[in-house]
């Protein structure tokens, strides 16, 4: 009967999230937190093994890790229980309206600088530089004292700033560059962000309400993540600060508790002078900051319009230590004056909305608890959890089943069920000694996640796959001792040694697929590339046009396909596909079967800086994809899993899909 209850979550998710009336989520959130007590009321009364002090001991462990990640994942649940907004539409009317407003406000645009190449800097910068809207500075804060950053400023025509004591990292960076400019407002990117060229044209008229002190926009990746390039899954999945940035956000503005993410964001100066600049004591100044604003009654707002796109990490330990970073801010902030604990001003709902993020990565600790509680079953001969299967059918499958179901519908297909876990299985361990040191007081430094890095050789990142090879040792140690036992087992211990069976084969495969993408391949290149279907035509030194599709375009070339035989392709030979693009020079590079892949010539300022706006300032290029059917991707990774990937290279890239159409200057 049990079973029965998975018919809800299967009728209403046919119909998408965002169409649904309220009821249809609270109902959701209603049936799952039932099930949740129900279930752990049964593990709390009828499941435990307490044969021995050892059992016992492992079993109140596991009841207590399961029972903090079932009742902490249901904050953001309950959190979504109020309606939020979906400024887009709001975005639109406001940008109508602010084109016949009086109010044209200064706009002071900052981009904090430590180490980043060249080309990252002169991409972010030509973004800044081509905003349509007219009254704008734009400030290169350099704390690393290049020359030749400091001559590409000059060259593009934007300010330069270096100062002398680099202290307290970005936020005192910013602050410095607060005192150059006096526009009545201040947008932030970092050094990889490029926005397109109506960003403040999107963001600007929203601030002209006077209780709003700052918009945040979302965060956006023009390449994959480690995981998603390693496991050569870029198709299938998607990034995992996509759920934050199409849910949480959106769920946390509906509490009036936005989170400043530290780039792509525009505030008012105004503000910032209350509460006396960006927070310098936070290794989080954007989290931090953002809590103070809030403090002083100013509103952020979130605009859910990816307007901007940066540079995921390019390797597994970075990405790895990138969270690192994250986690050490955000638990830092709770013994600052303007954290989410001592923040005043703050109502409940809002309080709680800041310290989910501070449990998002506390929540390491239960995880690994659940990794490591297999072994008990082959290595230590101990049950941890006394359960039938009349029980997974009646509690444990209605819970899962319908936790599984609706997580992708809720957060709007920004994040599947399971494969949204692949990224927890690499960062548990490492994520779980930032949480212990950042418990006993040790404070990690800012550090500057390397970017637009090519790498000669494939490799691991060892200080990653150390404990995943560990770990898989002693799964499959566990595995086979269960194998070995369980013919021996009585008919009473069958069920057990069976789910422990499952659930050791499990355990060993997530490790393995970890283990996996820790393996860094070799790039040749360190721009990324991008999936596209446009139509293009190759002219030739006889004035003659062919017909081809491109397939992959980047700054340094793209890849085409021809329907039949490929013209002749000569050094003259030119590409165009959009007229607000001129003809570009290209030689091939690698030929397979009817694809080709080409690189640019040089090009003069002209051709570069219209193919950088076509690629990274077109309004609508950064798309809103969905997560694919799970049961599809699954077995997509599976065959990644037996087959391998090509390795990177010419026909072999690692892509993400932008929009194929989009305006340059059309409307928002």
């Not at 009967?1 to 249809?24: I, K, V």
């Not at 390397?450 to 090879?469: D, E, F, I, Y």
């Not at 070995?484 to 069976?501: E, F, K, T």
Request: with cysteine; proline share 6%; charged share 20%.
């Amino acid at each position: 009967m049990s079973l029965l209850l998975l018919l809800w979550p299967l009728w209403l998710t046919r119909r998408p999230e965002a169409d649904s009336p309220l009821w249809a989520r609270r109902s959701l959130i209603l049936l799952i937190t039932v099930l949740t007590f129900r279930y752990l009321t049964w593990r709390c009364t009828d499941s435990l093994n307490l044969e021995s002090p050892a059992s016992t001991l492992l079993s109140l462990l596991l009841l207590m890790a399961e029972s903090w990640l079932l009742l902490t994942g249901l904050l953001p649940l309950w959190l979504a229980w109020r309606r939020f907004p979906d400024r887009r539409q709001q975005g639109i009317e406001t940008t109508k309206a602010f084109q016949s407003s009086a109010w044209k406000p200064r706009v002071d645009i900052l981009i904090p600088t430590w180490g980043e190449p060249l080309d990252v800097l002169e991409r972010t910068l030509t973004g800044c530089l081509n905003q349509t809207y007219p009254h704008t500075s734009v400030f290169l804060l350099d704390d690393s004292n290049r020359s030749d950053v400091k001559a590409l400023a000059r060259r593009l025509g934007c300010h330069y700033r270096h100062r002398p004591e680099r202290a307290n990292a970005k936020a005192g960076n910013l602050n410095d560059g607060l005192r150059l400019g006096g526009g009545d407002l201040i947008a932030v990117f970092d050094a990889d962000f490029v926005p397109q060229q109506r960003f403040l044209d999107c963001c600007v008229g929203l601030l002209e309400d006077p209780g709003i002190g700052l918009v945040q926009t979302p965060q956006c990746f023009m390449n994959a993540d480690p995981v998603m390039r390693n496991l050569g899954m870029e198709q299938w999945l998607l990034p995992d600060e996509e759920s934050f940035y199409r849910w949480i956000e959106p769920v946390r503005d509906g509490w009036g508790a936005v989170v400043c993410a530290g780039t792509s964001f525009i505030v008012k100066r105004e503000a910032l002078q209350q509460v006396g600049g960006f927070v310098e004591q936070a290794l989080s100044e954007d989290f931090v900051t953002g809590i103070a604003l809030r403090e002083r009654g100013w509103r952020l707002i979130y605009l859910q319009q990816k307007l901007s796109a940066g540079l995921a990490a390019e390797s597994m330990l970075d990405f790895v230590r990138q969270r690192q970073r994250w986690a050490a801010g955000t638990l830092q902030s709770l013994h600052l004056e303007h954290g989410p604990l001592r923040a005043r001003n703050l109502s409940i709902g809002q309080r709680l909305a800041y310290l989910e993020g501070v449990i998002h990565w506390i929540n390491n600790i239960p995880r690994l608890v659940l990794m490591l509680m297999p072994l008990s079953y082959g290595l230590l001969r101990i049950t941890p959890i006394q359960i039938s299967v009349g029980a997974i059918l009646t509690l444990l499958v209605p819970l899962w089943g319908t936790m599984l179901l609706s997580i992708g519908w809720m957060n709007r297909g920004s994040r599947a069920a399971l494969l949204g876990e692949l990224t927890s299985w690499v960062l548990t361990v490492p994520l779980t000694l930032t949480v212990i040191a950042s418990s006993l007081g040790r404070r990690l430094g800012f550090q500057v996640t390397p970017k637009h890095q090519t790498r000669p050789r494939a490799g691991w990142s060892w200080a990653l796959a150390g404990p995943l090879l560990v770990l898989s040792a002693l799964n499959a140690t566990n595995l086979i001792q269960l194998l070995i036992s369980l013919p021996r087992l009585g008919p009473g211990a069958m069920d057990q040694g069976a789910i422990g069976l499952v659930w050791a084969c499990l355990n060993l495969l997530g490790t393995l697929i970890a283990l996996r993408a820790c393996w860094d391949p070799a790039i040749d290149e360190a721009s990324p590339w991008f999936a596209v279907d446009l139509d293009g035509w190759i002219s030739d030194a006889g004035g003659h046009r062919h017909p081809c599709r491109i397939t992959a375009i980047s700054e340094n070339g793209a890849e085409l396909s021809f329907r039949g035989a490929a013209p002749p392709l000569v050094a003259s030979s030119r590409l165009q596909w959009d007229r607000r693009v001129p003809a570009l020079l290209f030689s091939v590079k690698a030929i397979g079967g009817s694809a080709h892949a080409v690189d640019w010539e040089p090009m003069d300022t002209m051709q570069r800086r219209a193919l950088m706006q076509w690629l990274y300032g077109r309004d609508q290029c950064w798309l809103d994809r969905s997560a694919p059917q799970e049961w599809k991707a699954l077995l997509a990774l599976l065959k990644r899993l037996l087959q391998g990937r090509p390795n990177l290279g010419p026909l072999h890239r690692s892509l993400i899909p932008i929009a194929s159409q989009g305006s340059t200057s059309g409307q928002h």
